[in-house]
């Protein structure tokens, strides 16, 4: 039975270190992907700040996304069908101060295994 392909890198990403019913036949280093963000925040009233928190929620789904496709480019181009044990890393960070307000930036970096995984025979 063929591996499942969900997009055109042919490439499964799991958090789990291992996959049901799959076999790790070869394991390479650990890869990461990354990507950020920069943007300004008024140093002024509270709603102000809870608008920023919503554009900023908005804004982790795309960088995560990046992140993850980064990584399975990654291991296609290694020759691996997979990248187990991945994780999620997101930091915030106020990079610079302006009149009224700062400068902060979001990032999202991605880690795993890229693995080349085949199915396990059945015992007969």
């Not at 055109?8 to 958090?15: A, K, L, M, W």
């Not at 070869?26 to 928190?53: C, P, R, W």
């Not at 009224?100 to 880690?111: D, E, N, Q």
Request: charged share 15%; aromatic share 6%; net charge positive.
């Amino acid at each position: 039975m063929p591996l499942r392909r969900f997009d055109d890198t042919g490439v499964i990403c799991s958090t789990l270190p291992s996959l049901p019913g799959m076999t790790v036949i070869d394991a390479k280093s650990i890869i990461f992907g990354t990507s950020s963000v920069a943007y300004t925040a008024d140093a002024g009233s509270q709603s102000k700040a809870n608008e920023l928190q919503k554009q900023l929620s908005s804004q982790l789904a795309p960088l995560l996304a990046q992140g993850h496709a980064q990584l399975k480019q990654q291991a296609a181009a290694m020759g691996c069908n997979a990248v187990l044990a991945v994780t999620f890393n997101i930091t915030k960070d106020i990079i610079g101060q302006y009149t009224g307000g700062y400068y902060k930036s979001t990032s999202v970096t991605v880690c795993g295994t890229p693995c080349y995984l085949v199915v396990k025979k059945q015992k007969n």
